[in-house]
């Protein structure tokens, strides 16, 4: 058994099985996903372009709001555009390297998403609880180093996730009960024991989201707790950017937290929960934003309607 384990052909791609087996469910999600990106990736590069052609935009809020956008309309490029050729195709096959780069653009991005909020919300409280010192502490050179440095703490803990991977054997069994590459599906996959690498993975991946969450959640308390004795005017604007803030959180996290914090039982919700979390959150996120914001709404306006009269 052994040996011929030992000559077994080593895995070169996976068969995706999908979303869901029936047609019906599948034709659904197509035309939904599809929807959801010819109205909502054009939104987003709508909100990059409104916030780097406004000169009143430059508040390091703006500032980040635009690489949450990035950020969001990159995320929906690494599972979505697969996802709806799939739909089309017979055989959904994924090969391993595929796969690695897929894992590995995901958790790049999604973490240096969860970090960007991290700075966010400590954004919003050095604007309200100390509105003196915000402009010293949060200067244009601080916030490229803080953007600089969730790109770097994205990159090394996706990093440390493929290494992971990459050196778990596959030789046998070659289908991702999924419609995309994630940690969960792929180390099921591995023909030796997983339980370290498991363990592993749920203390990067499971750890880091849930304390990233309670942090923000703690964060957002702080700054409401504050925002109490302020005067109504400021008050209100306080209270609107926290609560769409709050609502992200949820909507990022959430997903996030169900897929990650446990040891790999499969759940039937775990693929309904993944759609969220990889195509439409991700979109949602700065529609939220931007609709709860009236500078970023009032700014969209008039770069609309000047290039819209010309």
Same mark, same amino acid.
């Given at each position: 058994?052994?040996?011929?384990?030992?000559n =077994?052909?080593? @895995?070169?791609?996976?068969? /995706? +099985?999908? %979303?869901?087996?029936?047609?019906? *469910?599948?034709?659904?999600v197509? #035309?939904?996903?599809?929807?959801?990106?010819?109205?909502?990736?054009?939104?987003?590069l709508?909100?990059?372009?409104?916030?780097?052609?406004?000169?009143?935009?430059?508040?390091?809020?703006?500032?980040?709001?635009?690489?949450?956008?990035?950020?969001?309309?990159?995320?929906?490029?690494?599972?979505?555009?697969?996802?709806?050729?799939?739909?089309?195709?017979?055989?959904?096959?994924?090969?391993?390297?595929?796969?690695?780069?897929?894992?590995?653009?995901?958790?790049?991005?999604?973490?240096?998403?969860?970090?960007?909020?991290?700075?966010?919300?400590?954004?919003?409280?050095?604007?309200?609880?100390?509105?003196?010192?915000y402009?010293?502490v949060? =200067?244009?050179? @601080?916030?490229?180093?803080l /953007? +600089?440095? %969730?790109?770097?703490?994205?990159? *090394?803990?996706?990093?440390?996730? #493929?290494?992971?991977?990459?050196?778990?054997?596959?030789?046998?069994?070659?289908?991702?009960?999924?419609?995309?590459?994630?940690?969960?599906?792929?180390i099921?996959?591995?023909?030796?024991?997983?339980?370290?690498?498991e363990?592993?993975?749920?203390?990067?991946?499971?750890?880091?989201?849930?304390?990233?969450?309670?942090?923000?959640?703690?964060?957002?308390?702080?700054?409401?707790?504050?925002?109490?004795?302020?005067?109504?005017?400021?008050?209100?604007?306080?209270?609107?950017?926290?609560?769409?803030?709050?609502?992200?959180?949820?909507?990022?996290?959430?997903?996030?937290?169900?897929?990650?914090?446990?040891?790999?039982?499969?759940?039937?919700?775990?693929?309904? @929960?993944?759609?969220?979390?990889?195509?439409?959150?991700?979109?949602?996120?700065?529609?939220?934003?931007?609709?709860?914001?009236?500078?970023?709404?009032?700014?969209?306006?008039?770069?609309?309607?000047?290039?819209?009269?010309?």
């Open positions: 058994g052994e040996m011929e384990r030992e =077994s052909t080593v @895995v070169t791609e996976f068969i /995706l +099985l999908g %979303l869901t087996q029936s047609q019906q *469910t599948q034709l659904l197509f #035309v939904l996903v599809l929807v959801f990106y010819l109205i909502i990736l054009p939104g987003n709508l909100i990059i372009l409104t916030i780097r052609s406004d000169p009143g935009l430059t508040a390091p809020l703006y500032f980040f709001l635009g690489n949450l956008a990035f950020l969001d309309a990159s995320y929906s490029f690494i599972v979505a555009p697969r996802m709806l050729v799939d739909f089309l195709s017979e055989k959904k096959i994924i090969s391993y390297r595929g796969c690695i780069t897929q894992l590995f653009f995901l958790h790049f991005l999604g973490v240096g998403e969860m970090f960007l909020l991290v700075v966010m919300a400590f954004d919003r409280y050095m604007a309200i609880c100390h509105p003196l010192r402009s010293t949060m =200067s244009p050179r @601080v916030c490229y180093a /953007l +600089l440095a %969730l790109w770097l703490g994205g990159f *090394t803990h996706s990093i440390v996730q #493929v290494a992971l991977i990459l050196h778990l054997p596959f030789c046998g069994p070659n289908q991702l009960d999924n419609f995309f590459c994630d940690v969960p599906q792929v099921k996959l591995a023909c030796t024991d997983t339980f370290v690498v363990l592993l993975m749920v203390s990067n991946s499971g750890l880091l989201t849930l304390l990233c969450f309670l942090g923000l959640l703690a964060s957002y308390a702080v700054i409401l707790y504050r925002v109490k004795g302020h005067t109504s005017e400021g008050k209100h604007k306080a209270l609107s950017t926290c609560t769409t803030h709050i609502i992200i959180v949820f909507l990022m996290f959430g997903p996030a937290i169900f897929i990650y914090t446990r040891p790999f039982r499969a759940f039937p919700a775990d693929k309904v @929960v993944s759609l969220f979390h990889t195509v439409i959150f991700p979109l949602m996120n700065p529609v939220i934003y931007t609709f709860r914001n009236q500078e970023v709404k009032a700014s969209m306006k008039r770069l609309l309607s000047r290039h819209m009269i010309c």
